[in-house]
């Protein structure tokens, strides 16, 4: 019994490799006994294997069995070896699936996808970023960059952790930063000095801006006056943290179902939202724009961030030019071609 327990010992230190060897060599040499000691049992090789696995597996069909005294004395030597090798492989690989469930659970894991989005900084804002973004793309793939040490979204299979300092280059990369499609940074709640807070958030938009400048970057900035700082690292788009709520806040309570109808522009839980549809080249005028977009159940709201151009019909639309309408999404994928 002492030797057994020290062979299992052993056996449950090596490698995972090194034990799979070990079960193809111990397969393939008792099959090839187990053939020369009976080969009118068996009639070929092939069926010496089948019933070598059988036997380890403890399933046992009984369309093969030894018939000699030497087959039944090496029958009993694998329900010894074999049985307790296959369950030393099954063990193995158990433990092999809750190592891969605590690497999760605790943010080591790299990311090995791409066209994701990366949300820096857990907060209440970041699970509903999360929300938001599945109901746009169900299929999704969302990577949560934080220092904590455990998922804090750990139902969410779509959603990947990865722990350490968002700022450095080691974590960015292991959440996959240069293959992303966007990333999102949060304000760190955690951090109670505003100004502190805009400067790690700085930190980690220079270090995105740094190993993969082509990723669309948005930064939720605590004070507007630290806007031109960002700039400098050309994020490419800023949310005032507080100035949101203030502002339709104030609406709600001046303007009675303002708000409602800005909230349900910006999430995409309603019918209508707003979205980016491609410039058909017939259109010479923003006036034909708007009035082909309305004859399909679009209204055309802005060129890029010019809201002003349903007052200037007769305009031009230039080259560059980046039109966005308010529309559900059945009629945006007609007029996009989707």
């Given at each position: 019994m002492h030797f057994f327990l020290r062979l299992s010992a052993r056996m449950m230190r090596m490698r995972k490799t090194t034990i799979g060897l070990i079960i193809v060599i111990?397969?393939?040499v008792s099959a090839t006994i187990a053939y020369l000691l009976e080969p009118s049992t068996f009639h070929?090789?092939?069926?010496?294997l089948y019933w070598v696995m059988t036997t380890m597996a403890t399933v046992g069909y009984g369309d093969f069995f030894a018939a000699t005294v030497a087959g039944k004395l090496f029958t009993l030597f694998l329900y010894i070896f074999g049985i307790g090798l296959l369950s030393l492989v099954i063990g193995k690989i158990i433990d092999s699936i809750a190592g891969i469930q605590r690497q999760r659970e605790a943010g080591t894991l790299n990311f090995h996808g791409g066209n994701h989005v990366i949300l820096i900084n857990w907060s209440r804002k970041a699970k509903s970023a999360i929300d938001e973004i599945l109901t746009y793309d169900p299929k999704a793939q969302i990577v949560i960059?934080?220092?904590t040490d455990r998922h804090p979204a750990l139902q969410m299979h779509q959603v990947h952790f990865v722990s350490g300092d968002p700022s450095s280059a080691e974590t960015l990369i292991k959440a996959g930063i240069e293959r992303a499609r966007a990333a999102i940074i949060f304000a760190d709640t955690r951090i109670e000095e505003t100004s502190l807070t805009d400067g790690k958030s700085l930190?980690?938009?220079s270090s995105i801006e740094r190993i993969a400048p082509e990723v669309h970057t948005t930064v939720e900035i605590m004070h507007e006056k630290h806007i031109q700082n960002f700039r400098f690292v050309q994020v490419n788009e800023f949310v005032l943290s507080h100035d949101a709520i203030s502002s339709l806040a104030v609406r709600a309570a001046l303007q009675e179902g303002n708000s409602?109808?800005?909230?349900?522009?910006i999430s995409r839980?309603?019918?209508?939202d707003i979205y980016e549809v491609p410039c058909n080249p017939a259109w010479k005028t923003y006036g034909e724009a708007f009035q082909a977009l309305?004859?399909?159940g679009a209204t055309l709201l802005a060129d890029r961030n010019d809201m002003s151009i349903n007052r200037r019909l007769s305009e031009l639309i230039p080259a560059d030019a980046r039109l966005y309408v308010v529309a559900d999404e059945a009629t945006y994928r007609r007029i996009a071609g989707k």
């Amino acid at each position: 019994m002492h030797f057994f327990l020290r062979l299992s010992a052993r056996m449950m230190r090596m490698r995972k490799t090194t034990i799979g060897l070990i079960i193809v060599i111990f397969v393939t040499v008792s099959a090839t006994i187990a053939y020369l000691l009976e080969p009118s049992t068996f009639h070929s090789w092939f069926n010496t294997l089948y019933w070598v696995m059988t036997t380890m597996a403890t399933v046992g069909y009984g369309d093969f069995f030894a018939a000699t005294v030497a087959g039944k004395l090496f029958t009993l030597f694998l329900y010894i070896f074999g049985i307790g090798l296959l369950s030393l492989v099954i063990g193995k690989i158990i433990d092999s699936i809750a190592g891969i469930q605590r690497q999760r659970e605790a943010g080591t894991l790299n990311f090995h996808g791409g066209n994701h989005v990366i949300l820096i900084n857990w907060s209440r804002k970041a699970k509903s970023a999360i929300d938001e973004i599945l109901t746009y793309d169900p299929k999704a793939q969302i990577v949560i960059v934080d220092e904590t040490d455990r998922h804090p979204a750990l139902q969410m299979h779509q959603v990947h952790f990865v722990s350490g300092d968002p700022s450095s280059a080691e974590t960015l990369i292991k959440a996959g930063i240069e293959r992303a499609r966007a990333a999102i940074i949060f304000a760190d709640t955690r951090i109670e000095e505003t100004s502190l807070t805009d400067g790690k958030s700085l930190l980690i938009a220079s270090s995105i801006e740094r190993i993969a400048p082509e990723v669309h970057t948005t930064v939720e900035i605590m004070h507007e006056k630290h806007i031109q700082n960002f700039r400098f690292v050309q994020v490419n788009e800023f949310v005032l943290s507080h100035d949101a709520i203030s502002s339709l806040a104030v609406r709600a309570a001046l303007q009675e179902g303002n708000s409602a109808v800005i909230s349900q522009l910006i999430s995409r839980e309603h019918g209508d939202d707003i979205y980016e549809v491609p410039c058909n080249p017939a259109w010479k005028t923003y006036g034909e724009a708007f009035q082909a977009l309305l004859e399909q159940g679009a209204t055309l709201l802005a060129d890029r961030n010019d809201m002003s151009i349903n007052r200037r019909l007769s305009e031009l639309i230039p080259a560059d030019a980046r039109l966005y309408v308010v529309a559900d999404e059945a009629t945006y994928r007609r007029i996009a071609g989707k």
